[in-house]
């Protein structure tokens, strides 16, 4: 009995693994390319993408016909989502050893596509015809044109659409597009669907506005044709000649890989216009077709951000090489990095994505936009050293073409100087001045700051040289204890002509009688929700005849004013925050409070950063004697004459901290619900940073970007 019950049991089981791997297929792509080995034998690298319900680990592929030779595999998830079905695409890289340049058929198949398709889930099929003749043009075997898409495109019912399946061909080839024959095994249904036409020489294809609602399949095939007639040479067998492509009857193509996918027609929006309820691309993203250099063993950074008035953005979906990442920042930018490897070297890797929006219970996807990455030696040899508070960077000069004497300097700020000797170009610089920039996403915390050249006065230089390398620096967030930025902050001093030389400090109290002052060994400082914060600017020597007045404060989870997010406390001289009260006016320190915020438990720590302008004591005419000023009135003017002594300094910057929330079981409810969205992403990630990942270099050189349509009728 116990037998019957295992067995019925297995049974069950096997019965649920098959409806979960039926009707789970959403397409798939491949590409190749080839190089002769000493020996004579070839070596081809193919990647494949395919994406089902689950994320498939295993390469399926079999030889369809001739020798294909051995074959090695490595394969991993590239993204998937669950919106609008829920997928999961993965990349193969198989590299095969063949004996010589024969033509071979690589082929996959099995059932079904996903279910709710219009001609509901019938078979797939996959084929890739892999010819390594040695072309007469090139003296190479032929390298396939490269594409990719997304598993599932979708689009509203009313709106028309076109989706161009960029196609790169490496060797320069005509690529075509035309859906695939069941005679040849190119495809599992083979339907073509009213509604949609597809242009064969640009492979687009376009939705009008009318069809059935619902899943089509697209099985594709992708040629390349010669632009001049050439002959391929091989080692077994006679050679053959290829013609550039003039009608169906043509001569074969060089090769044929799939481009299969899912395409949704759902139900109409109430607006077709983008960046209404369809998501729309802003800056900086990237425009279809664009071509990114990208250098061995340097992450390429692609920044992708989307809007929409009535939706809100809740996903970028993206289709990419092997390994390639994608993180979210808290400015709403998704970020697609890659790091080429030298095996990569001179070949070419198409991403695609599309942005999704929500609005109610509804998704809405936006066109879907695709570049080009081409891989390019190797970039400026540099080393990067990340420490607690700075970034050294030291760069290899002969590494770096085009580069102009000692004309460097960082972004945005002069004052930062990029020294440099016969050998090598190198500068530190503090994490949190000049000009670096911070930026956090759901893992990393990254600083990152540029080295530019500026131009010579004296020179006139070419801007064609002009180069920009970014540097960062990249930390792991974790949740355990904080060892940067925890330490309690020095005075700060600054010197104003006319003014003189001030020291102020910011500090913490235990009440608001001011004489216990947190020790500076205690930071970070612990406060509950709702405890009283008591804070003092005050001058480290008593400066006669002066009054400070605090203009503004803000609260940030990092000590960085450039840090995108911040909580402001007090604007203009007033309070903004209900809790704050100031308790001095006109004095040479500035005495105030505010309760121990409900914000600081959307961080793991803040810090309250504050600019304070110094004053004549009780002169009526400065800033200082305005007091809150709501933006309203018109500051008096700061204007100084030569001789006469200034009245007042300009706005300098003061900070402390880090304040953390002591952790209770009512941290839910101290999160107040009124806050910015972006606040609330950072939610439940907890921000401390201990690790150290790396220091690393993105290299750029300006006016890199080049148009699609200009590069492919030059060499690149
Ligand atoms: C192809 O073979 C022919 C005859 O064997 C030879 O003359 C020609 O140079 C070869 N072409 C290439 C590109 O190897
Ligand atoms: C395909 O697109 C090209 C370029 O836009 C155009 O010249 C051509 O006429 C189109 N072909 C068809 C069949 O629509
Ligand atoms: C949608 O189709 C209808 C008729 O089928 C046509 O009148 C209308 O112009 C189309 N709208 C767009 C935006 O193409
Ligand atoms: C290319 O080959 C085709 C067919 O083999 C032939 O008709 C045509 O004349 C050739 N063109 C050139 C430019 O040689
Ligand atoms: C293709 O072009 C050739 C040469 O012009 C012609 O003889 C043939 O009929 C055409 N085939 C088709 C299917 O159009
Ligand atoms: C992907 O990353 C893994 C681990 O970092 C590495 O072993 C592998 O070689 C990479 N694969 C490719 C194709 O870059
Ligand atoms: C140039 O500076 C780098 C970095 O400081 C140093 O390692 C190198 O030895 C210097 N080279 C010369 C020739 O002074
Ligand atoms: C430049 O950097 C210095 C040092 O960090 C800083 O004091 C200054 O405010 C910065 N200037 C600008 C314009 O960012
Ligand atoms: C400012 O000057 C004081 C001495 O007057 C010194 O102790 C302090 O470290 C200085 N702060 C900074 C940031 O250099
Ligand atoms: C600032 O102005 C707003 C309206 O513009 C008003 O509601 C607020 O009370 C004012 N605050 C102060 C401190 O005057």
């Not at 610089?429 to 000049?434: A, E, I, K, T, V």
Request: net charge neutral; with cysteine; hydrophobic share 35%.
């Amino acid at each position: 009995m116990s037998i019957m019950c295992a067995s019925a049991l297995l049974l069950s089981l096997l019965l649920l693994a098959s409806t979960a791997t039926a009707s789970h297929f959403y397409g798939g792509s491949m590409s190749f390319s080839s190089r002769k080995n000493p020996d004579g034998s070839y070596k081809v690298d193919i990647r494949f993408k395919e994406a089902y319900h689950s994320c498939n680990l295993y390469d399926n592929w079999y030889c369809g016909s001739g020798n294909c030779g051995s074959k090695s595999y490595v394969m991993g998830k590239v993204d998937s989502s669950s919106n609008g079905g829920s997928w999961c695409q993965t990349e193969g890289v198989m590299k095969r050893t063949v004996l010589n340049n024969s033509p071979f058929q690589l082929r996959q198949s099995s059932c079904c596509w996903i279910f709710n398709t219009v001609t509901t889930g019938g078979n797939w099929g996959l084929l890739t015809n892999i010819d390594l003749g040695v072309r007469s043009d090139t003296s190479q075997p032929n390298r396939s044109p490269v594409a990719t898409t997304l598993p599932i495109v979708r689009v509203p019912q009313n709106c028309p659409r076109n989706y161009n399946l960029l196609s790169c061909d490496p060797d320069h080839d005509q690529v075509r597009c035309r859906y695939g024959v069941f005679s040849a095994n190119e495809c599992g249904m083979c339907s073509q669907h009213a509604g949609f036409s597809l242009n064969q020489s640009t492979c687009t294809l376009s939705y009008g506005n009318s069809t059935t609602r619902g899943v089509y399949a697209f099985e594709f095939v992708m040629e390349d044709y010669p632009n001049q007639n050439i002959t391929l040479n091989y080692t077994a067998m006679a050679a053959a000649v290829r013609t550039p492509f003039f009608n169906a009857s043509s001569n074969p193509p060089l090769s044929k890989i799939p481009l299969q996918f899912a395409l949704e027609v759902e139900a109409p929006a109430p607006s077709c216009i983008e960046g209404e309820y369809l998501p729309r691309f802003i800056h900086p993203t990237p425009h279809h077709g664009e071509h990114l250099q990208a250098r061995v063993n340097q992450e390429l950074e692609i920044r992708v951000k989307a809007t929409a008035t009535y939706s809100s953005i809740t996903d970028v979906v993206f289709s990419g090489p092997l390994n390639s990442t994608k993180e979210t920042t808290t400015t709403g930018e998704y970020v697609i990095n890659w790091t080429p490897t030298s095996e990569n070297f001179g070949q070419h890797f198409p991403i695609c994505f599309a942005a999704e929006g929500q609005y109610g219970s509804r998704n809405y996807q936006s066109e879907m936009r695709c570049v080009i990455v081409v891989v390019e030696a190797e970039g400026p040899r540099a080393h990067v050293t990340c420490s607690r508070d700075t970034m050294s960077v030291s760069i290899e000069r002969a590494t770096i073409a085009g580069i102009h004497g000692d004309h460097l300097r960082l972004n945005n700020n002069a004052s930062c100087l990029v020294y440099s000797n016969s050998t090598h170009v190198f500068t530190t610089f503090s994490l949190n001045g000049c000009g670096t920039q911070i930026e956090e996403t759901e893992e990393h915390l990254l600083f990152k700051n540029t080295i530019v050249t500026f131009d010579n006065p004296n020179l006139i230089i070419t801007r064609k040289n002009e180069i920009e390398i970014e540097v960062m620096c990249k930390y792991q967030k974790k949740s355990s204890v904080t060892t940067m930025f925890d330490a309690h902050r020095p005075a700060v001093n600054f010197t104003e002509r006319g003014f003189g030389s001030f020291s102020y400090q910011f500090e913490f109290y235990q009440s608001i009688n001011f004489i216990n002052m947190r020790s500076p060994n205690t930071y970070p400082l612990d406060y509950d929700v709702g405890q009283t914060i008591y804070m003092e600017i005050a001058p480290v020597n008593v400066v006669q005849n002066t009054e400070v007045f605090l203009e503004s404060c803000v609260a940030t989870p990092y000590d960085n004013p450039n840090y995108p997010i911040s909580y402001p406390i007090i604007t203009n001289g007033c309070a903004v925050d209900e809790t704050v009260n100031i308790y001095t006016s006109h004095d040479p320190s500035v005495k105030f409070s505010m309760e121990a915020f409900k914000f600081i438990g959307q961080y793991d720590q803040v810090f309250i950063s504050c600019s304070i302008i110094i004053c004549q004591a009780n002169n009526p005419n400065t800033r200082c004697a305005q007091g809150c000023t709501n933006g309203t009135v018109v500051a008096p003017s700061s204007h100084v004459h030569k001789r006469e002594a200034a009245i007042q300094t300009g706005s300098h910057f003061i900070s402390q901290g880090p304040l953390r929330l002591k952790r209770s079981a009512s941290l839910t409810e101290a999160i107040s619900p009124s806050l910015n969205l972006n606040l609330v992403f950072v939610a439940g990630c907890v921000v401390a940073v201990v690790a150290m990942v790396c220091g690393m270099m993105v290299y750029k050189s300006r006016g890199s970007k080049i148009n699609y349509k200009l590069v492919k009728s030059d060499e690149i």
